[in-house]
Protein backbone atom coordinates (compact mmCIF):
# COMPACT_ATOMS: atom_id res chain seq x y z
CA UNK A 1 0.00 0.00 0.00
CA UNK A 2 2.83 2.26 0.34
CA UNK A 3 3.33 2.25 -3.26
CA UNK A 4 0.16 3.38 -4.05
CA UNK A 5 -0.03 5.70 -1.58
CA UNK A 6 3.42 7.31 -3.18
CA UNK A 7 2.05 7.31 -6.31
CA UNK A 8 -0.93 9.63 -4.95
CA UNK A 9 1.19 11.78 -2.83
CA UNK A 10 4.50 12.16 -5.34
CA UNK A 11 1.78 14.29 -7.11
CA UNK A 12 -0.06 15.90 -5.63
CA UNK A 13 3.02 17.32 -3.84
CA UNK A 14 4.47 18.70 -7.08
CA UNK A 15 1.76 20.48 -7.92
CA UNK A 16 1.81 22.15 -4.28
CA UNK A 17 5.32 23.21 -4.64
CA UNK A 18 4.88 24.62 -8.16
CA UNK A 19 1.50 26.83 -7.03
CA UNK A 20 3.50 27.81 -3.92
CA UNK A 21 6.56 28.94 -5.55
CA UNK A 22 4.00 30.88 -8.30
CA UNK A 23 2.36 32.03 -5.08
CA UNK A 24 6.05 33.52 -3.46
CA UNK A 25 6.83 34.73 -7.21
CA UNK A 26 3.22 36.95 -7.62
CA UNK A 27 3.52 38.27 -4.06
CA UNK A 28 6.91 39.21 -4.74
CA UNK A 29 5.53 41.24 -7.50
CA UNK A 30 2.69 42.41 -6.17
CA UNK A 31 4.88 43.80 -3.19
CA UNK A 32 7.04 45.69 -6.34
CA UNK A 33 3.92 46.75 -8.20
CA UNK A 34 1.85 47.94 -5.05
CA UNK A 35 -0.61 50.58 -7.05
CA UNK A 36 -1.32 48.23 -9.76
CA UNK A 37 -2.23 45.05 -7.24
CA UNK A 38 -4.09 47.32 -5.28
CA UNK A 39 -6.29 48.33 -8.33
CA UNK A 40 -6.18 45.14 -9.82
CA UNK A 41 -8.05 44.09 -6.10
CA UNK A 42 -10.40 46.92 -6.06
CA UNK A 43 -11.57 46.20 -9.47
CA UNK A 44 -12.09 42.28 -8.06
CA UNK A 45 -14.43 43.96 -5.41
CA UNK A 46 -16.07 45.74 -8.02
CA UNK A 47 -16.85 43.01 -10.39
CA UNK A 48 -17.99 40.96 -7.27
CA UNK A 49 -20.13 43.73 -6.18
CA UNK A 50 -21.50 43.75 -9.57
CA UNK A 51 -22.32 40.28 -9.88
CA UNK A 52 -23.77 40.13 -6.54
CA UNK A 53 -25.98 43.04 -7.75
CA UNK A 54 -27.10 41.49 -10.76
CA UNK A 55 -27.99 38.09 -8.70
CA UNK A 56 -30.28 40.05 -6.25
CA UNK A 57 -32.13 41.46 -9.02
CA UNK A 58 -32.45 38.36 -10.73
CA UNK A 59 -33.47 36.14 -7.94
CA UNK A 60 -35.85 38.85 -6.50
CA UNK A 61 -38.92 37.30 -7.55
CA UNK A 62 -38.09 34.26 -5.01
CA UNK A 63 -39.89 37.16 -2.53
CA UNK A 64 -42.73 35.40 -0.81
CA UNK A 65 -44.09 39.57 -0.23
CA UNK A 66 -43.97 42.72 -2.63
CA UNK A 67 -42.02 44.28 -0.15
CA UNK A 68 -39.36 41.67 -0.46
CA UNK A 69 -39.28 41.57 -4.06
CA UNK A 70 -38.90 45.53 -4.22
CA UNK A 71 -36.28 45.34 -0.90
CA UNK A 72 -34.03 42.53 -3.50
CA UNK A 73 -33.85 44.77 -6.08
CA UNK A 74 -33.28 47.51 -3.99
CA UNK A 75 -30.06 46.47 -3.07
CA UNK A 76 -29.15 44.78 -6.56
CA UNK A 77 -29.22 48.28 -8.01
CA UNK A 78 -27.32 49.73 -5.12
CA UNK A 79 -24.62 46.77 -5.37
CA UNK A 80 -24.48 47.71 -9.19
CA UNK A 81 -24.33 51.13 -8.95
CA UNK A 82 -21.79 50.59 -6.34
CA UNK A 83 -19.62 48.18 -8.89
CA UNK A 84 -19.75 50.64 -11.63
CA UNK A 85 -18.79 53.59 -9.57
CA UNK A 86 -16.12 51.77 -7.87
CA UNK A 87 -14.72 50.30 -11.76
CA UNK A 88 -14.89 53.76 -13.14
CA UNK A 89 -13.70 55.69 -10.07
CA UNK A 90 -10.37 52.90 -9.45
CA UNK A 91 -8.55 56.03 -7.00
CA UNK A 92 -11.53 56.66 -4.74
CA UNK A 93 -11.90 52.88 -4.44
CA UNK A 94 -8.19 52.12 -3.31
CA UNK A 95 -8.28 55.03 -1.16
CA UNK A 96 -12.03 53.84 0.56
CA UNK A 97 -10.28 50.35 0.93
CA UNK A 98 -6.70 51.67 2.77
CA UNK A 99 -8.95 53.60 5.14
CA UNK A 100 -10.98 50.98 5.73
CA UNK A 101 -7.79 48.66 6.29
CA UNK A 102 -6.55 51.21 8.92
CA UNK A 103 -10.08 51.34 10.57
CA UNK A 104 -9.72 47.69 10.79
CA UNK A 105 -6.60 47.45 11.94
CA UNK A 106 -7.07 50.14 14.71
CA UNK A 107 -10.45 48.42 15.89
CA UNK A 108 -7.70 45.08 15.95
CA UNK A 109 -5.30 46.34 18.02
CA UNK A 110 -8.09 47.98 20.63
CA UNK A 111 -9.20 44.39 20.55
CA UNK A 112 -6.12 43.26 20.99
CA UNK A 113 -5.40 45.45 24.55
CA UNK A 114 -8.78 44.14 25.69
CA UNK A 115 -7.55 40.53 25.45
CA UNK A 116 -4.56 41.56 26.60
CA UNK A 117 -6.27 43.01 30.24
CA UNK A 118 -8.14 40.64 30.62
CA UNK A 119 -5.62 37.29 30.45
CA UNK A 120 -3.16 39.21 32.92
CA UNK A 121 -3.05 36.46 34.84
CA UNK A 122 -2.21 34.45 32.14
CA UNK A 123 1.65 33.50 30.72
CA UNK A 124 2.58 34.34 27.40
CA UNK A 125 0.16 37.30 27.10
CA UNK A 126 3.11 40.08 26.41
CA UNK A 127 2.81 38.80 22.79
CA UNK A 128 -1.18 40.30 22.68
CA UNK A 129 0.36 43.35 24.14
CA UNK A 130 3.22 43.06 20.98
CA UNK A 131 1.33 42.62 18.57
CA UNK A 132 -1.59 45.04 19.50
CA UNK A 133 1.36 48.04 19.64
CA UNK A 134 2.54 46.87 16.26
CA UNK A 135 -1.24 46.66 14.62
CA UNK A 136 -1.63 50.20 16.06
CA UNK A 137 1.63 51.37 14.80
CA UNK A 138 0.59 50.05 11.47
CA UNK A 139 -3.11 51.73 11.39
CA UNK A 140 -1.82 55.22 12.74
CA UNK A 141 1.17 54.94 9.88
CA UNK A 142 -1.81 54.14 7.28
CA UNK A 143 -4.20 56.78 8.57
CA UNK A 144 -1.68 59.67 9.24
CA UNK A 145 -0.65 59.29 5.19
CA UNK A 146 -4.04 58.81 4.36
CA UNK A 147 -5.01 59.00 1.58
CA UNK A 148 -1.36 59.02 -0.17
CA UNK A 149 -0.80 55.61 1.21
CA UNK A 150 -3.47 54.22 -0.97
CA UNK A 151 -0.95 54.15 -3.45
CA UNK A 152 0.74 51.02 -1.89
CA UNK A 153 -1.25 49.82 1.07
CA UNK A 154 -3.39 47.50 -0.17
CA UNK A 155 -0.82 46.18 -2.94
CA UNK A 156 1.82 45.65 -0.46
CA UNK A 157 -0.36 43.93 2.00
CA UNK A 158 -1.69 41.62 -0.02
CA UNK A 159 1.51 41.31 -1.61
CA UNK A 160 3.31 40.42 1.90
CA UNK A 161 0.00 37.97 2.22
CA UNK A 162 0.23 36.30 -0.86
CA UNK A 163 4.04 35.81 -0.24
CA UNK A 164 4.26 34.17 3.06
CA UNK A 165 1.17 31.92 2.05
CA UNK A 166 3.29 30.44 -0.48
CA UNK A 167 6.20 30.22 1.99
CA UNK A 168 3.99 28.33 4.11
CA UNK A 169 2.36 25.98 1.63
CA UNK A 170 6.14 25.30 0.09
CA UNK A 171 7.94 24.01 3.29
CA UNK A 172 5.15 21.14 4.28
CA UNK A 173 5.16 20.20 0.70
CA UNK A 174 9.02 19.82 0.19
CA UNK A 175 8.72 18.22 3.40
CA UNK A 176 5.98 15.55 1.98
CA UNK A 177 7.73 15.42 -1.43
CA UNK A 178 11.17 14.47 -0.23
CA UNK A 179 9.09 12.08 2.53
CA UNK A 180 7.24 10.02 -0.30
CA UNK A 181 10.18 10.40 -2.40
Do not use: C, K
Not at 59 to 64: E, Q, S
Not at 85 to 109: C, D, G, Q
Amino acid sequence: MVNGTTARVQPATTWSIVLSVLMIAAGAVAIGLPLMTGVAVGAIIAWLLLFSGALHVAFAWRGHAAAGVLWEILVGLVYGAIGIFLLRHPVVELASLTLAIAIYLFVEAMLEFVLWFQLRTSSGRAWLLIDGMITLVLAVMIWGAWPSSAAWVVGTLVGISMFFSGISRLVPALVGHRRFA
